[in-house]
């Protein structure tokens, strides 16, 4: 069974430009949450999509968002970005989202 | 603010030495699961004990959870350089009506061998 995957591993983007992120869960799996993880703050909610839906939603500005496809498949979008927004960024699948999470292994995002 | 926050923030022991790190939440909870996260790297799944569970093991690792006192230790026997890495645990926070998982800020691993 292949496990989660996020492309792309690696980005370099300016301030003001904007990203999309995208991840694919584990078959089968209809929950998408997205994390951002810094140095400093360690790994902070950003949202969850389950059935095409956002359940849940973390602290951040407008400027993050997020959607899910009808196949499961996620993507979180960064607008106007900021150097504040330099940070590896997660996303994990589960069947219904209140257990175990698998990780992928993170876009690395760097703002210059 | 965090929902946990692990204890100690770093732990730097003897290969076969025994590791514990501690977590603290704050708001009632289903489960509690603990991550391991390679430099780096997506986290991965330990294990998950439920809240009306006291104590779990997997192979070498031990999980106890206090509900009264908000806290769950992980421990990690025999340690090996391999397990050099962060810890994360996280717990099931209900906010506005539904769940998300609230991770701590992490306990640096590292086993010298």
């Known amino acids: 069974k292949a496990g989660v995957t996020q492309t792309p591993r690696y980005l370099i983007k300016t301030r003001g430009q904007q990203v999309t992120l995208s991840c694919s869960p584990i078959?089968?799996?209809?929950?998408v949450s997205w994390y951002q993880q810094t140095p400093g703050q360690g790994l902070q909610f950003l949202f969850e999509?389950?059935?095409?839906?956002?359940?849940n939603k973390g602290n951040f500005p407008g400027r993050f968002s997020g959607r899910q496809f009808s196949n499961s498949r996620s993507e979180m979008n960064v607008s106007t970005l900021e150097l504040g927004d330099s940070a590896l960024y997660l996303c994990?699948?589960?069947?219904?989202?209140?257990?175990?999470?698998?990780f992928g292994s993170g876009t690395q995002l760097s703002v210059l | 603010s965090q929902q946990g926050e692990e204890d100690p923030q770093a732990l730097s022991i003897q290969e076969g030495e025994n590791a514990t790190m501690n977590c603290s939440y704050k708001t009632s909870i289903n489960n509690l699961q603990w991550y391991r996260q390679n430099s780096g790297r997506g986290l991965v799944h330990l294990i998950l004990?439920?809240?009306?569970?006291r104590e779990k093991h997997s192979g070498r690792l031990r999980v106890t959870l206090d509900t009264s006192k908000k806290s769950s230790s992980l421990l990690i026997t025999a340690s090996r350089a391999a397990d050099t890495a962060s810890y994360f645990c996280a717990t099931d926070a209900l906010t506005s009506g539904t769940y998300k998982y609230i991770f701590g800020t992490g306990t640096r691993l590292k086993v010298l061998a």
């Open positions: 078959s089968g799996h209809r929950s």
């Open positions: 999509y389950f059935s095409e839906t956002q359940r």
């Open positions: 994990a699948s589960s069947l219904q989202g209140r257990e175990k999470l698998f």
């Open positions: 004990i439920r809240s009306n569970e």
